[in-house]
């Protein structure tokens, strides 16, 4: 897994791949490093989930992690060498220097190359900002940066740059800007405001006795409402499957959304924060769980800081006896991290890789017991739907389909960014009712419904409702509802290319078919004539023996360009 660093006019620019070599030969423990290691870390916890958390503490300190630095972490938390090397030079955004190389530059700027930004420039930006950033400075290609509304996204150490235009970055570089506070961001409703709003009423309600946790659950059910996160399955079974594993059961806030083209639990958070934490509390009051973890992505900087600000308010102001403490997990970039499983494996201070199922995570999952892992849109809606009741949800709808979606919609429409609307709203009524249809000049030819992995489809399919179940008889799904509107400038072949450049650098290495299978598919999509043979061999190849649904799902784009797109294949002259 790696990113891709442009060379600028410095001379670390270039020094920092941590994938290229293997893990360092057992190095003494320095003692210099030693108390640089003990001063930062203090008195916390050695346990081995917190290994990512050390590994960025340190990253974030000293700006980069040496050798030196992970066998003192190692001695420090009694793991072997080797276990740290594989974890630090696993997750993109560990930047591992080793012995005799030179330190990355203290500012790192990442220009996302995902589908959205690459439609929008991010190539033609990542050619010109070499020569206009100035000084320390590093210039990444990265994968999707969840900003798609803003393409080309940039970020300025962590920070979003937005608009993201060449002077934004480069006013942001000479600023030094590293840390901006949330605030500047968004303006969200904070505890105060939720409170003064009717907030937190329902989960008094609950953990006073005044509702049970049946009739909540049962709510849920009767709403239909199914998790967003990609499998779709009905939030009310998930409750219900853990609370029928014995105790003590945990649960999981899935915030590592790293789809390309997906952004809205970014949106909603930067929103309504407190909405998905009453949700998680009322999940977790109700399937009785012991502790909670909520894993957040690295690039979502500003949410990070939001949800440690009000978790704080929310311990201080609220008496949560009864309530299952809080950990907020930072991840450390891998999109692979998204999957349940892998996520886990991330929590528990290790490489992301995806288990094998079953046993299912519901019945064995964080640290061997029962957990419940739920996305943020699916938590966001457990109060409206409990306190308005699930007739209020289902008589929402088009199309015989029941409830909402949040929609991240990017690419050639007129207006971008998370739409709330219908279930069962169909791909051209998004554009025109409410993105303001195509952009200027642009005419509508194809679209995502669902992500990277959720294949592509033609204009003339724009009128399919938009929603679990309706998509797969085309050979799609609406997996994160990210629909990417593309228009006749997008040569199908190229977008196919970058979506499985982003699956191949994502890829988690563990099994063949997706590690061998993407780096073959991106080689054949090089060239200039597909071979449909070996390709279409690699579609059922990787679809049948990929252990994840990363794999599985790869090669969607590649299948539905096949399919529907083969004027772009032949440059125009069909056979
Ligand atoms: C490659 C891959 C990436 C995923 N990424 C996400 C993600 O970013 N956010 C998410 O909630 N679920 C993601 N999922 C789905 C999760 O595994 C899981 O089904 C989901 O978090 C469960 O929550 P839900 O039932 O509320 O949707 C991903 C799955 C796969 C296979
Ligand atoms: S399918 Fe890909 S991402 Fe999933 S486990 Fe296999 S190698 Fe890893």
Redesign the pocket.
């Known amino acids: 897994m790696s990113e891709r660093v442009i060379p600028i006019a410095t001379p670390q620019a270039d020094a920092t791949s941590r994938t290229q070599g293997g893990a360092p030969s057992d190095c003494p423990v320095d003692g210099l490093a030693l108390d640089e290691v003990r001063r930062l870390l203090g008195d916390v916890s050695q346990h081995p989930d917190l290994l990512i958390e050390h590994l960025h503490a340190i990253q974030d300190h000293v700006g980069h992690l040496s050798a030196a630095h992970l066998a003192v972490l190692a001695h420090e938390m009694g793991l072997a060498q080797t276990e740290v090397f594989e974890v630090a030079s696993f997750y993109h955004h560990f930047d591992f220097v080793k012995e005799g190389e030179t330190a990355p530059a203290t500012l790192t700027v990442r220009v996302c190359d995902g589908l959205a930004c690459e439609m929008a420039g991010a190539r033609e930006l990542l050619a010109r900002l070499p020569r206009l950033l100035g000084g320390d400075v590093r210039l990444i290609a990265s994968p999707c940066l969840g900003h798609c509304e803003h393409a080309p996204a940039v970020a300025v150490g962590r920070n979003p740059v937005s608009p993201a235009h060449v002077e934004a970055v480069t006013a942001a570089v000479a600023a030094g800007a590293t840390r901006p506070p949330p605030q500047s961001l968004c303006d969200y409703i904070d505890y105060a405001a939720y409170r003064a709003a009717g907030g937190y009423r329902l989960l008094a309600e609950c953990t006073s006795g005044k509702r049970d946790a049946e009739s909540v659950i049962r709510a849920l059910e009767e709403s239909g409402l199914r998790g967003p996160g990609g499998a779709g399955l009905p939030a009310a079974r998930k409750w219900r499957n853990v609370l029928a594993e014995p105790g003590p059961r945990l649960m999981v806030v899935n915030i590592d959304q790293g789809e390309p083209g997906t952004f809205s639990d970014r949106v909603l958070l930067e929103r309504d924060p407190h909405r998905l934490l009453e949700g998680v509390l009322i999940a977790a009051w109700a399937v009785d769980i012991e502790r909670i973890y909520i894993h957040v992505r690295d690039d979502y900087l500003g949410c990070r800081e939001i949800l440690a600000n009000e978790i704080e308010s929310l311990l201080l102001e609220l008496p949560l006896s009864g309530l299952p403490p809080i950990h907020l997990r930072r991840s450390a970039g891998a999109y692979?991290c998204g999957?349940e499983s892998?996520m886990i494996e991330s929590i528990e201070g290790k490489r992301g890789?995806?288990r094998h199922r079953p046993p299912y995570v519901a019945q064995v999952g964080l640290f061997g017991r029962p957990t419940l892992e739920q996305n943020v849109e699916t938590l966001y809606w457990v109060r409206d739907i409990v306190e308005k009741g699930a007739a209020w949800f289902t008589s929402h709808g088009r199309r015989e389909r029941k409830g909402f979606r949040s929609f991240s919609v990017s690419g050639r429409v007129k207006k971008t960014g998370v739409v709330l609307a219908p279930a069962g709203v169909t791909a051209r009524e998004l554009i025109e009712e409410y993105c303001g249809g195509m952009a200027e000049g642009e005419v509508f030819k194809g679209y995502l419904p669902g992500g990277a992995s959720g294949g592509i489809l033609p204009a003339s399919k724009a009128d399919i409702p938009l929603d679990f179940g309706t998509l797969e008889s085309e050979g799609c799904f609406i997996g994160s509802a990210a629909i990417v509107v593309l228009s006749d400038k997008d040569d199908m072949k190229d977008v196919a290319l970058n979506l499985l450049r982003f699956?191949e650098d994502?890829?988690?290495?563990?099994?063949?078919?997706?590690?061998v299978g993407?780096e073959k598919a991106v080689a054949l999509m090089n060239e200039p004539r597909w071979d449909e043979a070996l390709l279409a061999d690699l579609v059922r190849v990787?679809g049948d023996a990929?252990?994840?649904?990363?794999?599985?799902a790869?090669m969607n784009p590649v299948r539905m360009v096949l399919k529907h797109f083969r004027e772009d294949l032949t440059g125009g002259d069909m056979p």
């Open positions: 692979i999957e892998a890789l995806p699956f994502e890829s988690c290495g563990q099994c063949t078919p997706c590690r993407t990787m990929s252990i994840c649904g990363l794999g599985q790869a």
